[in-house]
Structure formats: C-alpha cells, structure tokens
C-alpha cells in the first residue's frame, strides 16, 4: 500500500507541474518548475516538531514556504537568507515518504544541487554509543522488510523468529526483491560531515549521567561523542537484547559485512527512497544526502533490567533533550560549511 501511494502521489504531483509548465523536458524535469523554483544549498529534513525546532531556534529569521502535499501538521518548509531550509515530515515510514515526495517534486525548490540533512532521534546500541551520541551513517537498513514468525514458536537451534523475505534461515540474505532494504550513502559525504563535527562538544543531563552509569561497559557508560555507524529503520518500535542482536545481524547481511548498526529509527529508508525516486526525475542529487542520527534512549536493558522496563520507561533515561540538541551541535558545522563556502560545495562535495 505504501508503494502504491507513493506512485499516485507522484503522478498527481507531476500531473499538478505539467498544468502549469505545459511540457516536460526530455530530462524528465518540468519546464518553468525546475529552473524557476527558489535554489536551496542545504535541505534539514526532520521528523517531528523537536527536531526541526532546534534548528529553527538558532538559524533564522526565516520565511515560511508551503508546499502542497506536506503533512498537514507541518504543512511549511522554512527557509532563511542563506538558502539553508528545514523541514519537518511527520513521524513512520509513511509519513517521510510522502512528505518527502511532495517536498522534492515541488515547483516551489530548485533542489538540483541541494544537500539534503536528515537529522533526528533514535534509540541506540550501547556497544556503539550512548546518551546523546550523535552517529553519522554510510549505510540505511530497512529492519521491518523481513518475515516473522513468533518467537515463542521458532524452530530448534534458531536464535530468531526473523528472516529475510523469499530465504529459508535467519541467517541467509534475501534477494532484495523491494529494492528498499538497505541504501549506502556517499561515503566521502558522511566523512567530511564526521571530521567537521567529531570534536564539537555535545550537551547532556543529568538523567542521562545516572542512565548511563547502570551500565558496565563502554561506551554505554561514557559521555555522549560523535560517532560513525549506522541506522536501521522499523515502523515497529521495539527493545530487548535479542532483538538487538538481530539488528546487528541484519545489518551485517545486507551490507556484506561493511556495515555497523548503531541507531534504530523509523523513516530513513522511506526518506531516502523518495529521493530516490526524485533522482530518477533529475530533482535531486543521491550523492549529497547526509544522515545524522542521536540516540535518545537505549535499544536494550542493561544487566538486571527488563526489555518492557526499557521500553515503557525509555523517557526516564532522559536522553531526549540532550539528542535533540546534539543534533543542531554536531549537524551544524556541515550546514554552516555548505552555507560558507559554496563555491566549493556547489558542483560536488569538496575533496579534504
């Protein structure tokens, strides 16, 4: 169904474009929308009202776009004088997906040359990160496109009741048959946005501090850095050892090994398809989108606690405020860097 809306949104959207430019370009782009709209050199993409409005607290003053198609709560892309814009999607796979879609087919934005930033909160792996840490990822992985069978009802020796769609064990990658499963991002993108911010200094809090100490190892227990590693998305928020270590797992298979999970949230794979989908159309540049991702709450107990007490209690960890700012403190250097100097970012990411 998801699929599905996705098309039909972008057929009325494009349909909506060519009422107004008359005739498409072989490029596939629309004349007199392309070309017209408001240049932008660094797009936010943010997921709910926190996370956008971190951004929109520090950059401004700021004009407010409204863009047909966008969530009805966030129904407004803003920009500033700097052609550095934030916009906010709603919350699952769902909602990114279509906002995104809406955003990037927009004759409003000229987006041929825009970087785009997805900033947001999720839960963490405490092997990888704690409280606060702000991950810079090379690789999305989608963790819900996988069959389920009940963990209570798993056959004998297994260590899962997840596998991959169309396979026959836990720990045989499936063919890709949805072509979302997982994404690598620009890598020379994904570090030069780590070496700008790997020293800045990140917020917490106290709550955060005492979380964090009920762990015996690090860096669960050590102050929040930035870190690189990636991000697996799921519609199905979920906690427990076991099922951390699936994550780990199903990252591994679907990268061959190269990638690291470390954060878990719900719409990366549904934003990114969507530029995809935009890329295909000439809209959008793959190789300029960047993913930073903070971890708000641990994705597993630590010794001696339950997964529900992890779960149903994750906002006494009290890793949410200082995330949400993280995300400002270590996605900013790039976003001003871009801003700064856009001779040199203009035509592809500089090499450092």
Request: net charge neutral.
């Amino acid at each position: 169904m998801l699929t599905r809306s996705l098309v039909t949104l972008a057929v009325l959207t494009l349909a909506g474009c060519a009422a107004t430019s008359k005739a498409p370009k072989d490029d596939g782009s629309f004349a007199g929308t392309v070309s017209s709209g408001r240049p932008v050199k660094v797009m936010i993409i943010s997921m709910f009202e926190p996370e956008g409005q971190v951004w929109l607290n520090r950059l401004g003053p700021w004009q407010s776009i409204p863009v047909a198609g966008l969530s009805p709560d966030y129904p407004d892309v803003h920009c500033n004088q700097h052609d550095v814009c934030v916009m906010t999607t709603g919350m699952g796979h769902a909602n990114a997906a279509a906002s995104t879609m809406a955003l990037a087919f927009s004759p409003r934005f000229d987006l041929r040359q825009t970087y785009f930033l997805i900033a947001g909160i999720a839960g963490i792996d405490p092997a990888q990160g704690t409280l606060g840490s702000a991950a810079w990822a090379k690789y999305l992985v989608d963790f819900g496109i996988q069959w389920e069978l009940d963990g209570r009802e798993i056959p004998r020796g297994w260590k899962t009741g997840y596998l991959g769609i169309n396979t026959k064990s836990p720990g045989e990658k499936p063919p890709l048959d949805y072509r979302t499963e997982v994404f690598q991002l620009n890598a020379q993108l994904a570090d030069t946005a780590f070496a700008l911010s790997r020293n800045v200094a990140l917020s917490d809090s106290k709550e955060a501090q005492a979380a964090r100490a009920k762990f015996r190892y690090a860096p669960a227990n050590q102050p929040p850095t930035v870190i690189q590693c990636d991000t697996l998305a799921s519609d199905n928020w979920w906690s427990g050892t076991l099922l951390g270590q699936r994550a780990r797992d199903w990252t591994k298979l679907l990268t061959d090994g190269k990638g690291v999970y470390c954060t878990t949230q719900q719409e990366d794979n549904a934003t990114y398809e969507a530029l995809t989908r935009a890329a295909n159309a000439h809209r959008v540049d793959l190789n300029r989108v960047a993913v930073l991702r903070a971890g708000s709450d641990f994705d597993r107990p630590y010794t001696g606690q339950t997964s529900a007490d992890n779960l149903l209690n994750y906002a006494a960890q009290g890793g949410f405020t200082p995330a949400v700012e993280n995300l400002y403190r270590a996605g900013n250097p790039l976003v001003q860097d871009i801003a700064a100097h856009w001779s040199e970012w203009r035509d592809a990411v500089p090499q450092r």
